[in-house]
């Protein structure tokens, strides 16, 4: 055995091998206020090239401009996956597609359609022989542009068996080699899930030569535990997101999917090629890009996936880990808190821990910057833990485009007010002060905001958590904006909650002023 749990013969035989196939920058994006401008979505592909996945699905190239620069970029800059793009059964979705993706060392295009009876009646309007023949044609012509093409009948879990067979079976003979069947609502349930993958398995004559692959929904909660009844039923592809984000209540989510079959090897024989201790870095990262916190008691991730706090499990872990951990901290990428960094490392440490912690690729600027800001953050922090210097170097490589940067700020607060903020911010290069006053603090920090940089954005969400424990403890504080429609989330991470508070409105602002000349992308959903 390995230390991964994973028998090296096993490890080695290509039929039990699970592709994994990330969503995160497609589906995971379409999550309301999720949406990533082109540098985030580089840098989470980069993140999860370094993660091991398979393949990349870096966007809909046909929804905008935007989303057709950002899956062009990614296409262009990964070389070890695969980079997909999301195409309808068109040919100018399919055109639109290859031209993003043909800069990519391996591309898939993929094209779906939708093949459940309620779909065909009320979306499409289309008759079942106009929506077989549509899946012959378009599968043909992506096949005609690209040898890596992937085909996926929407709402599959809710389509009629016979004509499933049929559509599968014809996709196939047009060149699909990957063929996702889709629980496109998140009706389905374990059990019955792996007898649709394995009536599938049985009775279409040539799916041996495509590998089968299956896009849970979590509406019910069971995305994972559906993949999971798939892959033992013969699926050898799963479609997923980090943290699980995505439309509505999201999809299967990456690492407990991953870590899953690695844990329980001994009832799941299948074994991926991601690199485990990456998957902590790449969810605080999703997670940071986006604002969507992590919940503490989510699954592999969670802030108390490895925590003990009632007394008979805190004595059998102090005994022996396994007693009450299925897993180690440090498999998934977790650290144990401890000081290692302080006021007199210089940036020779200070560059060879973000190293370790997973930064290998910043830029000298990014780092100088970094570097300042842990310099001052030693300074007024007793203890600087790996978690401080993860949500500082994150929060500082966000802003490396913006428009709107943080200067400084001095805020009078307290029971008697007035509360004011003396804010200073540099717009478009230049420096810029004020002096507002509003209903606490934060108010009055974010109308000072407002009068340095008029807009009509509006505030629909603010939310506060402490990166470590203490009271000196950095906080990372999540904004949601809202203007005309658009939606966006930004964070901000500080030892003074009123500055992490400052930094996350302008880094929500900053995306805003990125959105107002996009197009706002088409909801697709598989």
Not at 303 to 315: S, V
Request: hydrophobic share 40%.
């Amino acid at each position: 055995m390995n230390p991964q749990g994973i028998r090296e013969k096993d490890q080695r035989d290509p039929k039990h091998h699970v592709v994994i196939f990330d969503t995160t920058l497609r589906d995971g994006e379409q999550s309301p206020g999720c949406s990533m401008n082109l540098e985030e979505k580089l840098k989470v592909a980069r993140v999860l090239q370094e993660l091991g996945v398979d393949v990349i699905e870096a966007g809909f190239p046909i929804a905008s401009h935007g989303d057709f620069e950002a899956v062009s970029a990614v296409a262009k800059e990964i070389k070890t996956a695969s980079v997909a793009g999301l195409a309808r059964a068109s040919r100018k979705d399919i055109d639109r597609a290859w031209e993003a993706l043909k800069g990519a060392v391996r591309p898939r295009i993929h094209t779906f359609l939708s093949t459940s009876p309620l779909h065909m009646k009320h979306k499409l309007r289309m008759q079942p022989e106009e929506v077989h023949q549509a899946v012959i044609d378009s599968v043909t012509y992506a096949r005609s542009l690209c040898e890596d093409v992937e085909w996926s009948p929407e709402d599959g879990s809710r389509s009629e068996h016979d004509f499933l067979c049929r559509t599968v079976e014809s996709a196939i003979k047009a060149g699909a080699r990957t063929i996702n069947i889709p629980d496109t609502v998140g009706y389905a349930i374990p059990n019955q899930f792996g007898e649709l993958i394995a009536m599938l398995m049985n009775r279409v004559p040539n799916i041996d030569q495509a590998i089968i692959s299956v896009h849970c929904h979590n509406d019910l909660g069971l995305a994972v535990a559906n993949s999971l009844a798939a892959v033992q039923a013969g699926a050898r592809q799963v479609e997923c997101t980090i943290n699980g984000i995505g439309e509505r209540a999201g999809n299967a989510a990456l690492e407990e999917i991953v870590m899953a079959l690695r844990t329980r090897h001994d009832a799941l024989p299948y074994w991926t090629g991601v690199n485990t201790r990456m998957i902590a870095r790449a969810s605080h990262l999703v997670s940071t890009i986006t604002g969507f916190s992590v919940q503490p008691n989510k699954a592999i991730v969670g802030a108390n996936a490895f925590a003990h706090e009632a007394g008979i499990h805190q004595d059998g872990v102090l005994k022996h880990a396994e007693t009450y951990e299925i897993m180690t901290p440090d498999s998934v990428g977790f650290t144990r808190s401890k000081l290692v960094m302080g006021k007199h490392s210089g940036r020779h440490a200070f560059r060879e821990k973000l190293k370790e912690l997973g930064f290998p690729d910043l830029g000298d600027n990014a780092i100088e910057d970094a570097f300042q800001r842990f310099k001052a953050l030693a300074d007024r922090k007793k203890d600087v833990f790996d978690e401080d210097l993860v949500a500082l170097v994150d929060d500082t490589v966000m802003r490396e485009n913006d428009r709107v940067r943080f200067q400084s700020l001095m805020v009078v607060a307290g029971s008697k007010g007035p509360q004011t903020a003396e804010l200073e911010l540099e717009i478009d290069g230049q420096p810029h002060r004020t002096k507002a006053s509003g209903n606490g603090p934060v108010d009055a920090t974010f109308n000072a905001i407002k009068a340095l940089f008029p807009h009509e954005a509006k505030l629909q969400l603010f939310q506060v958590h402490a990166v470590t424990a203490g009271t000196d403890a950095q906080a990372e504080v999540t904004v949601r904006l809202e203007e005309n429609g658009k939606t966006v989330n930004g964070q901000g991470a500080d030892a003074d909650t009123l500055v992490a508070a400052c930094r996350a409105y302008l880094h929500a602002l900053n995306k805003l002023l990125l959105k107002r000349d996009r197009t706002a992308p088409q909801v697709m959903t598989v």
